[in-house]
């Protein structure tokens, strides 16, 4: 039978009906109606693409939630929540909603929400895209530690599908921190080469003198410290994918090699004159605009447009604020994994606060913020305490959105947390806090005489 595309389960107040006239005022018109024990059965026989509810269905709607992901977790489950608290969708999002919409829901959100579902779940089908939870269980590269289900991110898994089986050169663009490398791996991993060599050159990392021996490899007796052959990373990719990481780094004089390469297939070792031939994919990243480089002359044209055939742009983590709560379960997973410790998960009022920071640092600095986390906490719950090093930008950002109370009220949780830990030592709570004994009598002292006022 083939599947209808939405799910729509039931609730005590009757929205279904509701649900279901405005999904028919977006022009989607295959939609079922199920109680919440008939809709289970029928999401286990695989008869839906996407799944919509509100936040009272009978089991109060977490449990529904839970069960839909465990029995059907490649299924999308969107959720319409009461109220305009923002910290509500987090912790739906954070509990496997693929999506959380506030009432009152216009159409067009709900259609683009929709939309967004749809497409996962049709790619999920199709074996081209697995579920979070099915990637975080499977251990694989391909798609393997992509997480986020926002609408940015299902742009690049879609992008992902559509050049993977082509060999077209391909730009990667985004800033540092947002998974260049693991998009590279997934086209790779993907596409016509998996199973061959998938080798990396960071072109930041290595010094000039060095760039030719490391990209073509050199013979002995080339220069002083060639004692003996060396292969270079283009003969290592041969028949698979060479990805250039921060290819603007590149040196001009080895652009020009570069694209020599590119059009003609073969290379030179440094030091010979027998030319190698290779057959190798080049993906490209940077977190430059390589046509404003190119435009300054300090990156090539020619090699530009070989590089560049398709780009693909990598969205930073302040664009998909919504994939935090999917990125932050995939962390705390991950510290489990290579820690003793176990963490159970993230405090609520912990997840609404990281939500507000921008993370100039990207997914990496959010990864790097949870370890640091993880092994500060002293319970099997990460708070606010145990962010002590990544707080006060965290706490600035809130303090913008917020004014200037929400700051001191962060400030006040920290400090209170700090002095538990160390008993009521100052002097230990200061180090810790980074700050100096006068410093944190201080700041006890302003918040001492601030709280009562603003309590009255």
């Not at 030719?212 to 002083?224: D, Q």
């Not at 991950?334 to 963490?343: H, L, T």
């Not at 002293?378 to 965290?394: A, K």
């Amino acid at each position: 039978m083939k599947p209808s595309q939405v799910l729509v389960v039931e609730t005590p107040s009757g929205t279904a009906e509701d649900i279901q006239g405005l999904l028919s005022s977006c022009a989607i018109t295959d939609v079922a109606v199920a109680k919440e024990s008939e809709a289970l059965n029928r999401l286990r026989r695989g008869e839906f693409y996407a799944v919509l509810f509100h936040e009272d269905a009978p089991m109060d709607g977490r449990g529904l939630l839970v069960t839909a992901k465990r029995e059907t977790p490649n299924t999308p489950v969107i959720v319409i929540v009461e109220g305009t608290d923002p910290g509500r969708c987090a912790e739906w999002t954070a509990a496997g909603a693929f999506e959380c919409l506030v009432k009152p829901v216009d159409p067009p959100s709900l259609l683009a929400a929709m939309q967004r579902a749809l497409t996962r779940s049709q790619l999920c089908a199709a074996g081209s895209v697995k579920s979070t939870r099915s990637r975080q269980r499977s251990g694989e590269w391909s798609f393997a530690e992509m997480v986020g289900d926002s609408e940015a991110m299902q742009e690049v898994y879609y992008s992902i599908t559509k050049v993977a089986q082509s060999d077209a050169n391909i730009c990667l663009y985004g800033e540092s921190g947002t998974g260049k490398e693991l998009i590279a791996r997934a086209i790779h991993d993907s596409g016509r080469r998996q199973g061959r060599p998938f080798v990396i050159l960071d072109c930041a990392a290595i010094p000039e003198g060095l760039m030719e021996s490391e990209m073509f490899g050199h013979v002995r007796g080339a220069f002083t410290s060639a004692v003996g052959d060396r292969v270079g990373v283009f003969q290592l990719a041969d028949t698979g994918t060479l990805f250039l990481d921060e290819v603007a780094e590149l040196p001009v004089p080895l652009q020009a090699k570069l694209l020599r390469v590119i059009q003609n297939r073969e290379f030179r070792r440094v030091g010979s004159s027998h030319p190698v031939r290779v057959d190798v994919r080049i993906l490209a990243a940077t977190n430059k605009d390589l046509p404003d480089l190119v435009k300054r002359g300090q990156f090539r044209e020619d090699l530009f447009y070989r590089l560049d055939v398709i780009s693909i742009t990598v969205p930073p983590l302040r664009k998909r604020k919504e994939d935090i709560p999917l990125l932050l379960e995939h962390f705390v997973e991950q510290f489990n994994r290579n820690s003793e410790k176990q963490i159970r998960g993230i405090s609520a009022r912990t997840q609404r606060l990281l939500l507000k920071y921008d993370w100039p640092g990207n997914v990496r600095e959010l990864q790097n913020c949870i370890e640091r986390a993880g092994v500060m906490a002293d319970e099997d719950i990460i708070d606010i305490g145990d962010l002590r090093q990544v707080l006060h930008p965290v706490a600035q950002a809130a303090a913008q959105t917020e004014g200037g109370a929400g700051l001191r009220d962060m400030e006040h949780t920290l400090i209170q947390d700090t002095l538990r830990q160390t008993r009521g030592n100052k002097t230990a709570a200061a180090a810790l806090l980074g700050i100096s004994l006068r410093g944190l009598h201080y700041k006890l002292k302003r918040l001492e005489a601030k709280m009562p006022r603003e309590n009255t």
